[in-house]
């Protein structure tokens, strides 16, 4: 069930994203004046058709469903060559350079369109998020040393403010990867806290794996309240100590428990041992204060401790919403910097800076669309914006076969003053096909490596 709740979201994620980038092509080819012959969704062989239009437009859907075409009237294919003179000044070939150009990039700008879209939607909307407050940190990480104390709220990172945790990990993640030192504004727990500003050195920025855990890397980790309980499972170690739903825990062995976390490492490394918990029982303003021997059992097959029972460890939430010009100015400066960010990681693979084990492929696409659709529609929508992003970009890579590529063929004849050479377009052609073929593979590669 899973499986093909998978395969549906990411049909539904990858399909809709793929047709607004050939609709992209095919409305301007249609302004330009040149004649669309089909628009096809999917590659191979047509298993469905219709014919609409003055033009009698084929629209299509064929039998592989990894990508789509925009088929025009072109004199360098045989079957798509015009047949009647009335038809040659509709020829895809014929049109100035500059149209052409306009038609080969309407597929990636309609990509990035749909994201803005679809986040200002999402930002008109408001997204609940997990704040930015942290919890206690180790003093042997980064931001502890950086003079960082549980408690205190993040809100900025270089003087661009975060609201919520994703806002925070955008932040320190964009610092990493330009090698610079984030700089963090902060506050204290108190209403009166003066803010204060802790430094993360460049040198430890330069250092992050940007595809790893970055913030629990730094030792920064979200802050939690104190663990309530929420549900005590029958026949378990925590109902034979008599804890009781509702009951807040204060403390184990007379040593402060912060939140949840606390709580379970605390229970895990102790099995067959009695803890001493303490706990506040009742309605705020008659709350009793008790001590509970609470003794967990040991798990069979991790031998940590078990005590059967459940925590209400919520995070703390923030709303962020923003109206309606507002929330348009975020979506396109979200699309453009994750695009900067994308065009970035790419350079930096190239380089060696970054592996190639971040080169992801559909497998990895589809998990992550199946983990997002079960999530919610928000998170849901955010991950078909940045994917429609990361479309956009690929598609603009100067790779032939891509419309980067034919990008580049018609800036080198705007240079030039007259087209490339057939020859050269050809051997250019079969280069890129290779090219994309080892790229699709390393992805395919590394999605088996991180299934397995």
Same mark, same amino acid.
């Given at each position: 069930?899973?499986?093909?709740?998978?395969?549906?979201?990411?049909?539904?994620?990858?399909?809709?994203?793929?047709?607004?980038?050939?609709?992209?092509?095919?409305?301007?080819? =249609?302004?330009?004046?040149?004649?669309?012959?089909?628009?096809?969704? /999917?590659? /191979?062989?047509?298993?469905?058709?219709?014919?609409?239009?003055? *033009?009698?437009? %084929?629209?299509?859907?064929?039998?592989?469903?990894? +990508? /789509?075409?925009?088929?025009?009237?072109?004199?360098?294919?045989?079957?798509?060559?015009p047949?009647?003179?009335?038809?040659? $000044?509709?020829?895809?070939?014929?049109?100035?350079?500059?149209?052409r150009?306009?038609?080969?990039?309407?597929?990636?700008?309609?990509?990035?369109?749909?994201?803005?879209?679809?986040?200002?939607?999402?930002?008109?909307?408001? !997204?609940?998020? $997990?704040?930015?407050?942290?919890?206690?940190?180790?003093?042997?990480?980064?931001?502890? !040393?950086?003079?960082?104390?549980?408690?205190?709220?993040?809100?900025?990172?270089?003087g661009?403010?975060?609201?919520?945790?994703?806002?925070?990990?955008?932040?320190?993640?964009? #610092?990493?990867?330009? !090698?610079?030192?984030?700089?963090?504004?902060?506050?204290?727990?108190?209403?009166?806290?003066?803010?204060?500003?802790?430094?993360?050195?460049?040198?430890?920025?330069?250092?992050?794996?940007?595809?790893?855990?970055?913030?629990?890397?730094?030792?920064?980790?979200?802050?939690?309240?104190?663990?309530?309980?929420?549900?005590?499972?029958?026949?378990? #170690?925590?109902?034979?100590?008599?804890?009781?739903?509702?009951?807040? @825990?204060?403390? &184990? *062995?007379?040593?402060?428990?912060?939140? /949840? &976390?606390?709580?379970?490492?605390?229970?895990?490394?102790?099995?067959?041992?009695?803890?001493? @918990?303490?706990?506040?029982?009742?309605?705020?303003?008659?709350?009793?204060?008790?001590?509970?021997?609470?003794?967990?059992?040991?798990?069979?097959?991790?031998?940590? +401790?078990?005590?059967?029972?459940?925590?209400?460890q919520?995070?703390?939430m923030?709303?962020? !919403?923003?109206?309606p010009?507002?929330?348009?100015?975020?979506?396109?400066? =979200?699309?453009?910097?994750?695009? #900067?960010?994308?065009?970035?990681?790419?350079?930096?693979?190239?380089?060696? %800076?970054?592996?190639?084990?971040?080169?992801?492929?559909?497998?990895? &696409?589809?998990?992550? #669309?199946?983990?997002?659709?079960?999530?919610?529609?928000e998170?849901?929508?955010e991950?078909?914006?940045?994917?429609?992003?990361?479309?956009?970009?690929?598609?603009?890579?100067?790779?032939?076969?891509?419309?980067?590529?034919?990008?580049?063929?018609?800036?080198?004849?705007?240079l030039?003053?007259?087209?490339?050479?057939?020859?050269?377009?050809?051997?250019?052609?079969?280069? +890129?096909?290779?090219?994309?073929?080892?790229?699709?593979?390393?992805?395919?590669?590394?999605?088996?490596?991180?299934?397995?």
């Amino acid at each position: 069930m899973n499986l093909i709740h998978t395969l549906l979201a990411f049909l539904l994620a990858l399909g809709p994203l793929i047709v607004f980038h050939e609709l992209g092509h095919y409305v301007v080819a =249609r302004l330009c004046g040149v004649k669309v012959l089909r628009f096809s969704i /999917g590659m /191979g062989r047509i298993v469905w058709s219709r014919r609409f239009g003055p *033009d009698q437009t %084929e629209w299509a859907i064929s039998a592989l469903p990894i +990508g /789509g075409y925009v088929k025009m009237l072109d004199a360098r294919d045989p079957s798509t060559a015009p047949t009647n003179d009335a038809d040659l $000044p509709r020829e895809f070939t014929r049109q100035n350079v500059w149209k052409r150009i306009a038609i080969v990039a309407a597929g990636p700008i309609a990509n990035f369109i749909l994201a803005i879209v679809v986040m200002a939607a999402l930002f008109m909307h408001g !997204k609940e998020e $997990p704040g930015t407050r942290l919890r206690a940190m180790p003093e042997a990480s980064a931001v502890y !040393k950086a003079g960082v104390r549980g408690g205190d709220v993040v809100t900025a990172v270089n003087g661009r403010p975060v609201q919520s945790w994703t806002e925070l990990r955008w932040e320190i993640v964009r #610092a990493a990867i330009d !090698k610079h030192a984030a700089e963090l504004t902060l506050r204290g727990p108190g209403p009166n806290s003066a803010p204060y500003r802790a430094v993360l050195p460049a040198d430890r920025m330069a250092s992050l794996d940007v595809d790893s855990d970055v913030l629990g890397v730094l030792g920064m980790q979200l802050w939690r309240p104190r663990p309530s309980v929420d549900k005590v499972l029958p026949d378990g #170690a925590a109902a034979r100590a008599g804890l009781r739903q509702g009951d807040l @825990v204060t403390s &184990i *062995d007379g040593k402060n428990i912060a939140d /949840g &976390i606390d709580f379970i490492e605390a229970v895990r490394g102790a099995a067959g041992k009695t803890l001493l @918990v303490g706990v506040q029982r009742g309605a705020e303003g008659s709350t009793a204060s008790l001590v509970l021997p609470l003794t967990p059992d040991r798990d069979p097959q991790s031998g940590k +401790g078990l005590v059967k029972l459940m925590i209400a460890q919520a995070p703390e939430m923030v709303t962020v !919403k923003a109206g309606p010009l507002e929330a348009f100015a975020k979506g396109a400066q =979200r699309t453009w910097e994750t695009s #900067a960010m994308t065009v970035k990681m790419i350079a930096k693979m190239i380089v060696g %800076e970054v592996s190639l084990k971040n080169v992801t492929g559909p497998i990895t &696409i589809a998990d992550v #669309a199946g983990q997002t659709a079960r999530s919610g529609l928000e998170p849901f929508l955010e991950f078909i914006a940045f994917i429609s992003i990361s479309l956009g970009v690929m598609n603009l890579l100067p790779i032939p076969v891509l419309d980067g590529g034919h990008l580049l063929y018609y800036s080198l004849e705007v240079l030039t003053g007259r087209p490339l050479p057939a020859r050269i377009g050809e051997i250019a052609q079969r280069a +890129g096909v290779g090219l994309l073929f080892m790229l699709m593979a390393l992805a395919v590669f590394n999605d088996l490596v991180r299934l397995l």
